[in-house]
């Protein structure tokens, strides 16, 4: 068992390892590519670009994983089900932000160049609905490889095309470059479509496309019970992110600081400082796929001490994971900095932020453990708790700190969050021995 499980976390880690590696190779060729102003814009959007996948995809390609894992449903329908709603919810979002984004770009951004590459992700938005589905029917399936495959046939398109276009068009308005970069990831996703469909073993039919079919295999109550909850937190944590920028902007200006002062600053904490802090954490997501159904199995056959067992050594495995990073974000930030992002903006908080940013580590198996008691409610609360201490702190510590406060109020943040966890998973795996665990 112990065998199996260092082989699969070794198979996880080198795949989702690769392709995180390219994906930071498309960084560090973006930051040498782009100038500062460049950088600071396609930052600037990135929370509005989380917004629309989380209102494009709807929870739908979870639901996916979580059916397709599931023998009694068939996976025609589910596949069928989930294309419907999602095909449904692109095309609000797209229609959305087509109407909304001048006034997203020039009222609450306050970015007249971000109106252009905000219109080119209506381009994106549907394409990455269809990659969830396809990615989760796939890793339902286990086939793990493919999938990987996948995301680092994705990341080859989107580098290739980014430097050529940037390349070709070096000197042009920032607005155009930004573009180019989002048209460069919605060309990654349609290369990671095409090479998924091409693996599947199911061939549709032209009859599925008629609407009657459709109608007939529509699974929508077991799609949307899974899909609606795990929405709500995700869909609350992307409004929060869309509007930190925004409420940074709303207060810097008041206090007579530039447009592009405030871009650039957000850029360095948000997207240089917080982006390498977090690019290790892709283990997290390896031990998260690992640990939840071994903590399940603890919890549906009651043995507590397996639960409390498993539990510590997930902690600690996380913990050593953090440990070699935070040594070299502490000790080495300007060489990180300068190797990802050819800069050495933001060193000094980087610096700050390594070692407290190790409770980041530490959630993962906490909520794995509260995902495994079902306590949705639970955690939806947590994460509403969360978000909404971090965009009112964002606001009253931006009068004192500028934008060094998106960094504060993400850190009390993380502290107020793993607290609390701690505290229900304390009170449901140890504290009471011969209270049933309940599911």
Partial sequence: MKKKIINSFIILSASSAITKLFSIINRMVLARLLDSNGMALFVLLLPTLSLCITLGQLGIPSAVFRLISNPKYNN????????????????????????????????????????????????????????????????AKENVYLV??????????????????????QGSPITILATFIFLSMSLGELCAIIYMCYRLKYR???????????????????????????TGSRLYH????????????????????TQSEIQYDYAVISGFVISMLVTPTFFNNVIYRLFLPII????????????????????????LISLPFTIIFYYFPEAALSIVYNTTDGA???RYMAIPFTLFYLQTPLSATLHALNKNKIIFMISFIECTLEIVLTYFLAFHFQVLSVAISLLIGLLVTLLISATFVFFYIFKDNNKKLAI
């Avoid at 989107?158 to 068009?169: D, G, H, K, V």
């Avoid at 992307?238 to 600081?257: A, D, K, Q, R, Y």
Wanted: hydrophobic residues 55%; glycine residues 2%.
């Fill in 76 to 139: 025609k329908k589910i596949i069928i089900s989930a294309s419907a709603i999602s095909f449904f919810t692109c095309i609000i979002v797209v229609l959305g932000l087509a109407l909304s984004s001048r006034f997203i770009a020039f009222n609450l951004l306050k970015s007249p160049d971000a109106w252009l590459p905000l219109l080119s992700l209506c381009a994106f938005i549907p394409l990455v609905g269809i990659s969830g589905i396809l990615k989760n029917y796939f890793m």
């Fill in 148 to 169: 990987a495959k996948a995301q680092f046939l994705e990341e080859i398109a989107r580098l290739a095309f980014s430097y050529f276009m940037i390349r070709r068009f």
């Fill in 204 to 230: 549709p039919s032209k009859h599925i496309l008629t609407l009657e079919y459709i109608k007939e295999n529509l699974q929508l109550k077991d799609m949307l019970n899974i899909a609606m909850p795990l």
């Fill in 238 to 257: 992307s409004l929060v992110s869309f509007l930190e920028p925004i409420t940074l902007l709303f207060v810097l200006t008041g206090l007579h600081m």
């Fill in 296 to 319: 399940t199995k603890d919890i549906i056959y009651n043995q507590k001490e397996s639960a409390r067992r498993h539990l510590l050594l997930a902690l600690f495995a996380c913990f």
């Fill in 348 to 350: 000094d908080y980087l």
